[in-house]
């Protein structure tokens, strides 16, 4: 596993994502995940499947303390104590007293942001929240909400197909994590020419080169999520082996700002 020390604190760069994996396949997939090594989850009160995240980290023995466990504020929850109080159900779902990391999941322009940061800094006063961040927020709203509370991570959409290089800078100049999503593009890197050959040179597949160009970034995590226990491992087998400067270049050349998680209400990108 490789480690990103941010903020004096070593996060694992590989985690396991959980959307779209509902009910008992996210207890068996989290179950499965942590029992193959990954320390690293991601959950949301979104995906209304914290309760089976918690399940799976009982069941697997796992200690608590072992875990980098994130979860999100929906934007529902962004007035006035809101944040609190539906964090306080995410921990009582996830059967645990803390979170590693609480983001609030999509800017919400109706709700003034310092609403939900004010909140979940109460939180990481009494220490249920360890670390504040905040997801799919542009640059200028970044700089916002650093302006409120001390901000650990922006988890955004990043893969080969769309560049983040404005916001991996903000985040390296914030000392925060860049948690990349839909890092493998939900499938698409699979065909890939460039990324099969030098899957080939290092006899990897396509997937596993991504992820290693991912992790293997500067504060850059990246959270895969499969319903699949081979895949769950095929993602995981991304540390014994390295891609030269020259291929994470390639890599980086494949860049055509392929956005896939792009709602109307979604903030203007500043790109
Ligand atoms: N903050 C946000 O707004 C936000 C938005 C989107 C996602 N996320 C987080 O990021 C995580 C990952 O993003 P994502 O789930 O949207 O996309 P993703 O991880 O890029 O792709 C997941 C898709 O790829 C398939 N897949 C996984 N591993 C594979 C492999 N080795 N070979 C072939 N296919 C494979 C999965 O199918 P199977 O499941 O059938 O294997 C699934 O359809 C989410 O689960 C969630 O935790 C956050």
Request: glycine residues 6%.
């Amino acid at each position: 596993m490789i480690h990103h020390t941010v903020q004096g604190v070593n996060v694992p760069a590989l985690g396991f994502g959980t959307f779209r994996l509902p009910g008992e396949d996210c207890r068996e997939g989290v179950e499965h995940a942590l029992g193959i090594g990954y320390r690293h989850i991601d959950t949301a009160q979104g995906y209304n499947n914290e309760e089976y995240v918690g399940e799976g980290l009982k069941r697997s023995g796992v200690a608590r303390e072992d875990v980098f466990l994130v979860s999100k504020v929906a934007p529902t929850n962004f007035a006035g104590d809101a944040a609190a109080t539906s964090t306080a159900e995410s921990l009582r779902k996830l059967r645990t007293d803390y979170v590693d990391l609480m983001l609030l999941h999509w800017p919400n322009p109706s709700v003034p942001l310092e609403q939900p940061l004010q909140a979940l800094a109460r939180l990481q006063r009494d220490g249920a929240v360890r670390h504040i961040g905040v997801s799919n927020f542009p640059p200028s709203l970044v700089e916002r909400a650093a302006g409120i509370t001390h901000l650990f991570c922006n988890q955004v959409e990043y893969h080969p197909y769309l560049s983040q290089t404005a916001l991996i800078d903000q985040a390296h100049e914030h000392d925060m994590l860049l948690t990349a999503y839909c890092p493998i593009a939900r499938g698409k890197v699979l065909d890939d020419p460039v990324l099969r050959d030098i899957g080939a040179r290092h006899a990897k597949t396509p997937t596993q080169v991504t992820l290693r160009w991912l992790v293997q970034q500067d504060a850059v995590a990246a959270i895969p999520k499969s319903k699949q226990a081979q895949r769950r491992l095929d993602n995981f087998a991304v540390f014994d082996f390295e891609l030269s400067p020259e291929e994470m270049d390639a890599i980086f050349a494949l860049d055509r700002e392929d956005r896939l998680v792009d709602p109307a209400e979604g903030p203007d990108w500043e790109r």
